[in-house]
């Protein structure tokens, strides 16, 4: 409801303007509608410079649309007065959003994906015009609902099996959230900017568009750890290795976002179950299980877990650590030298996905 009154809020004002002459004698408005790409309404609050001037301006506006750097904005304490404001102007950009935030703490505590991506998607939309301009509290909220698109799509393409519609809903979800971290991408002013970037090549490469991926991925300037974007950028190139089949590069390449990353959790379980999946694939299978059963019990009641588990349990099935390990190490992440095969298989029979177990005459304790 409040969509559709402002937007014939706004529709009205306009139609007021050309009527009364008024873009006759302010010919710049006349050009900017003529260009404008307009957008949804947002109301904002932005703190400014004044045009030409070091003066700081506080205004409240509906942003309601743009033409590149130049803003159209109607001024919260005038009906009929139309504001063109350019972008380095502003330097702070406070959205007013109204959502049901309860709802969404709730869903984000359940896990609940697809919830918080139904309340936030149609709220966030509005401010991704917007998301390049200078310190605007909408980038974090755009990157949240990014996070949780892509989360709901892995869930959905986890279990969709042999199940096509539901493989097409998981891909839909990924190339919303590519087209969403495209837009945050472009706010250059913060360097999660760079962020978003690669979490859209992330959901390019987990739907098998690896040679766009890597074409933007190579666009990204040299990281250093410490780099906001740091572990994100080998996590993305340990993905692209591994779908072309360089297993030990794309080992070496995640352990970079390992070492690096590891306070960072939307990276670090994820480049650990990479690493994982690497290990299995060079037949390193205490290794693999060893960093599966950590992930399971670090982020235990989540899907990372929840797929650990279902790997853990392939191997375990599968006999794969019976015999002791022919290089004996210690656990590479984590140093543990306990009964790892003994571990797994009580965690696994916990959790009702150990099919069969081992002989206990043929088992053997890893060093």
């Not at 690669?198 to 074409?215: H, V």
Request: proline share 3%; charged share 25%; net charge negative.
């Amino acid at each position: 409801m409040y969509m559709t009154k402002t937007k014939l809020k706004v529709a009205v004002l306009l139609t007021s303007i050309v009527v009364c002459g008024t873009l006759a004698a302010q010919p710049r408005f006349k050009d900017a509608l003529s260009k404008l790409h307009t957008k949804p309404p947002v109301n904002a609050r932005l703190v400014m410079h004044k045009a030409n001037s070091e003066e700081l301006l506080i205004k409240r506006v509906t942003l309601i649309g743009r033409d590149g750097d130049i803003l159209l904005a109607q001024e919260a304490r005038s009906v009929s007065r139309l504001t063109r404001i350019h972008k380095d102007q502003i330097i702070q950009c406070e959205f007013y959003l109204n959502y049901n935030t309860p709802a969404v703490a709730n869903a984000i505590r359940a896990q609940d994906w697809a919830t918080a991506v139904r309340i936030l998607a149609p709220v966030v939309r509005l401010t991704l015009p917007y998301l390049d301009l200078a310190e605007n509290d909408g980038l974090e909220l755009a990157m949240d609902l990014g996070m949780y698109m892509v989360a709901s799509a892995d869930r959905e393409l986890r279990v969709a099996t042999h199940n096509d519609a539901s493989r097409e809903r998981a891909h839909d979800q990924y190339d919303a959230a590519f087209k969403l971290f495209t837009e945050a991408g472009k706010a250059d002013w913060s360097p999660f900017g760079q962020v978003a970037i690669l979490k859209g090549c992330r959901t390019l490469i987990a739907q098998g568009q690896t040679n766009q991926a890597s074409e933007i991925v190579g666009t990204i300037d040299e990281l250093f750890p410490g780099d906001a974007a740091y572990g994100h950028y080998w996590l993305a190139q340990a993905e692209l290795l591994d779908h072309a089949e360089k297993t030990a590069d794309a080992l070496d390449a995640v352990v970079k976002s390992v070492v690096f990353a590891d306070k960072d959790v939307e990276t670090f379980p994820s480049a650990l179950l990479l690493s994982a999946k690497c290990y299995s694939k060079l037949e390193l299978f205490h290794r693999a299980r060893d960093i599966y059963y950590e992930v399971a019990v670090l982020f235990i009641g989540t899907d990372w877990a929840i797929e650990a588990e279902i790997e853990l349990a392939t191997i375990m099935d599968g006999k794969k650590t019976i015999e002791e390990e022919k290089s004996p190490i210690e656990n590479v992440f984590f140093n543990v030298s306990d009964d790892m095969n003994k571990l797994s298989e009580e965690l696994l029979e916990k959790r009702g996905r150990l099919k069969t177990k081992p002989d206990a005459t043929e088992k053997k304790k890893d060093s």
